[in-house]
C-alpha cells in the first residue's frame, strides 16, 4: 500500500522518535552532526533505525535533516550533498527492511531569508531542490520536510521539492515554540491554510517547546482545516538537568496517551516523537494507538 492510501485508509501510521537522544547512548561526541556519521559511521545510524522499527514504528526519517548543501558545509560536507542523502537513504531502508516507509528528512537551511538574512527566496529553492532530488533518486516513500518556523522557507522547501520529484508524496511540519506560535511569529491556523494552500498531502506539528504546545497547535491546525490529514511529533517533554544529564521530562505514558488522544479527537494520521523521545516512547505509542 503506497502511504498516501495508508494515511488516508488505513491504520494510524507511527513515525520514529529522536536521532540525537540515541547517538548520545551509544557515546557518540555530543554535536556530532548525524550527517557526519552517515558517511564515518554508519553502523551507528542503522542500530538506530533499528530500534525505532523493533519498538513498532512504521516510518523512519532518514538522517538527513541537515543534509542541505549550507547546513552539510559547516561539517565539511558541502559538496557531498547527493551522496550524504543517498546514504541517509539507504539506511533507513536496510533498517525498515520493508517494514517501514522511508521519509526524505529535509530540515530548515539553518540561514534565514532575505530581508532579515542574505539568502534570496529563489537561492532557497535551488538549495531544497538539490536534497530533495538526492533524496527521491535514493527511493523514498514521501519527502517530509519539518521543524520550520518561517513560512517563507517552508515555502520554499515545498517549491523545490516540487520541482525535484513532483510525484512524491509531501509533508510539512512547524515547530511551535513561543507562545503558541513559531520564533518568526506564524500561528497554527495561518500554517494551515498557507500549506493547503501548497497542495502538500500532510501538515502538523513537530519539535516544540511543550507537549500541550504541540497539541495545541495541531488542534488549532484542524479547527480551521478538518479536511487535513494531520502529523504530530512533539519532543519528550521539557529538558532537565538531572546529575549532569540532560532528561526530558514526558513519559512513555505521557506520550502515548497524547497521541491516544488526538487520534481519537482529531484524527492525527501519523503520531511519533521529536527530541528527547526513545523507542520506549514510541513503542508505548504504537500500543496506544494500535
Do not use: W
Not at 542574505?118 to 529553492?125: G, P
Not at 519528550?236 to 514526558?250: F, R, S, T
Request: one cysteine or more; glycine letters at 10%; aromatic letters at 2%.
Amino acid at each position: 500500500m503506497d502511504i498516501v492510501t495508508r494515511l488516508r485508509e488505513g491504520p494510524v501510521l507511527v513515525a520514529d522518535g529522536a536521532m540525537g537522544t540515541m547517538l548520545q547512548d551509544l557515546d557518540i561526541p555530543p554535536g556530532t552532526p548525524g550527517e557526519v556519521l552517515v558517511m564515518q559511521q554508519p553502523e551507528a545510524i542503522l542500530s538506530v533505525h533499528r530500534t525505532y522499527v523493533e519498538a513498532g514504528a512504521g516510518l523512519i526519517l532518514s538522517c538527513s535533516f541537515g543534509g542541505t548543501r549550507t547546513r552539510l558545509a559547516h561539517a565539511g560536507l558541502g559538496d557531498q550533498v547527493a551522496e550524504v542523502n543517498r546514504r541517509a537513504v539507504a539506511l533507513a531502508r536496510e533498517a525498515a527492511a520493508g517494514h517501514a516507509y522511508v521519509a526524505g528528512d529535509i530540515g530548515p537551511m539553518g540561514e534565514l531569508l532575505a530581508p532579515l538574512g542574505a539568502r534570496t527566496y529563489d537561492e532557497a529553492i535551488d538549495i531544497f531542490a538539490e536534497q530533495a532530488s538526492a533524496l527521491a533518486e535514493a527511493g523514498v516513500d514521501v519527502l517530509y520536510v519539518e521543524t520550520m518556523a518561517s513560512l517563507d522557507e517552508a515555502r520554499a522547501a515545498v517549491e523545490g521539492a516540487r520541482q525535484a520529484a513532483p510525484d512524491l508524496p509531501l509533508t510539512v511540519t512547524l515547530s511551535f515554540d513561543t507562545k503558541g506560535r513559531t520564533n518568526m511569529g506564524v500561528r497554527p491556523e495561518q500554517a494551515a491554510q498557507a500549506l493547503l494552500d501548497l497542495g502538500v498531502t500532510a501538515i502538523g506539528a513537530n519539535c516544540g517547546n511543550t507537549l500541550e504546545m504541540t497539541e495545541a497547535a495541531v488542534r488549532k491546525m484542524h479547527d480551521v482545516a478538518p479536511q487535513a490529514l494531520l502529523i504530530i511529533k512533539p519532543n519528550a517533554g521539557l529538558p532537565q538537568m538531572v546529575e549532569d544529564e540532560i532528561v526530558y521530562d514526558a513519559t512513555p505514558a505521557d506520550m502515548a496517551a497524547l497521541a491516544r488522544r488526538l487520534v481519537d479527537e482529531v484524527g492525527v494520521r501519523i503520531v511519533g516523537g521529536c527530541c528527547g523521545s526513545t523507542p520506549a516512547h514510541i513503542a508505548a505509542i504504537a500500543q496506544a494507538v494500535s
